[in-house]
């Protein structure tokens, strides 16, 4: 669900106060980043289920998959640091349901900093090195069927324990769903992440965050945003 082009979030009155102005764009930018990673993560998902036993054509999706898994993982942290601080600047009550619903987030996150001083400790438990993503993928003309996939990041020593997403009494929505990203860095317990449900999350948010702008700036001389400029040089 991509913020619209009459979102508040787009048109921030001119009257704003600055740093409230950058707070909420980078909100806004923290959604999209989000967002676009998670349909390009779902497309690659696809690609990646439909190719398995073609290695040559999956080898080169490894790095999308987890490109995009991690900048959501990335994306979401910030997000959620720029929420508590523009509640903050005004005194009001932060969303603990969103806070507390992408908690895991915040800690998986962590758990990918620092990652050379991290690897001693994840090379004694055979841990990929970004660990591992599941998802379900489904297709219309095969209504019956479902795909459970897994991918690791890296060389791979061994495979037990590695998590993989159970779709059992779950609805799928669209042909890849419940996406899950798993890492323990050099801690003991893993920790899994839905993906999926973190954008939902996310997308609760921002809707409720665009309800309560909407009011507050509307009829309001706006300032001019996502400017792009080009130059045209001729050379002789």
Do not use: K
Not at 36 to 44: D, N
Not at 66 to 76: K, Q, R
Not at 185 to 191: A, K, Q, V, Y
Request: hydrophobic residues 40%; proline residues 8%; contains cysteine.
């Amino acid at each position: 669900m991509p913020i619209g082009p009459d979102s508040p979030l787009r048109r921030i009155p001119a009257r704003l106060e600055s740093r409230q102005r950058l707070f909420l764009d980078g909100i806004r930018y923290s959604a999209e980043m989000t967002e676009l990673a998670y349909a390009r993560l779902c497309h690659t998902a696809e690609e990646a289920t439909r190719r398995v036993n073609n290695e040559a054509e999956l080898g080169a999706l490894h790095s999308a998959l987890f490109l995009d898994a991690w900048s959501m993982v990335d994306s979401i942290h910030r997000l959620r640091a720029l929420v508590l601080s523009l509640h903050a600047l005004d005194g009001s009550a932060p969303p603990q349901p969103f806070l507390d619903s992408t908690s895991a987030f915040y800690e998986l996150r962590n758990l990918s900093q620092h990652l050379n001083r991290r690897l001693p400790g994840m090379a004694s438990r055979n841990e990929p090195v970004w660990g591992s993503l599941s998802w379900v993928t489904g297709w219309p003309d095969q209504p019956n069927d479902c795909w459970i996939t897994m991918a690791m990041a890296g060389a791979v020593v061994t495979t037990p324990g590695r998590p993989m997403v159970n779709p059992l009494g779950r609805t799928l929505r669209g042909p890849v769903d419940l996406v899950e990203l798993t890492s323990r860095g050099d801690s003991l317990r893993p920790l899994t992440v839905s993906l999926t449900e973190g954008i939902e999350h996310l997308q609760a948010y921002v809707a409720s965050l665009e309800r309560a702008l909407a009011p507050q700036f509307s009829n309001e001389p706006t300032l001019g945003a996502d400017i792009v400029a080009v130059a045209q040089l001729r050379l002789g």
